[in-house]
Nanobody, 123 residues
């Protein structure tokens, strides 16, 4: 099993920024795509962003488009989610996930998942 560990979550004020990191426990194939998902209490897990193995293809949920940026550093086996202009509705546990192939938007298509990191945005 490939282990994914998220970090960088915390408490910030609305309008602030956070950068989440997703580190793999071991080197993975560069063709692995990575997605970020989030889940707030009482709500379903939702897609946030995804990136291809090369970093050349990215996708974003409409709710975060223009505010969040996903990137990756394959040499470090790490994917990042830069979150700017945070809103209280961004509050959730954020998960990173990986799969072999395309960066799809459906959570069930991802094979490996991290444990999640809490992001709380106060108003």
């Amino acid at each position: 099993q490939v282990q994914l560990v998220e970090s960088g979550g915390g408490l910030v004020q609305a309008g602030g920024s956070l950068r989440l990191s997703c580190a793999a426990s071991r080197r993975t194939n560069s063709y692995f795509a990575v997605g970020w998902f989030r889940q707030a209490p009482g709500k379903e897990r939702e897609f946030v962003a995804a990136i291809s193995w090369s970093g050349g293809s990215t996708s974003y949920a409409d709710s975060v488009k223009g505010r969040f940026t996903i990137s990756r550093d394959n040499a470090k086996n790490t994917v990042y989610l830069q979150m700017n202009s945070l809103k209280p509705e961004d509050t959730a546990v954020y998960y990173c996930a990986a799969r072999f192939g395309a960066p799809v938007l459906q959570a069930p298509d991802y094979t490996y998942w991290g444990q999640g990191t809490q992001v709380t945005v106060s108003s």
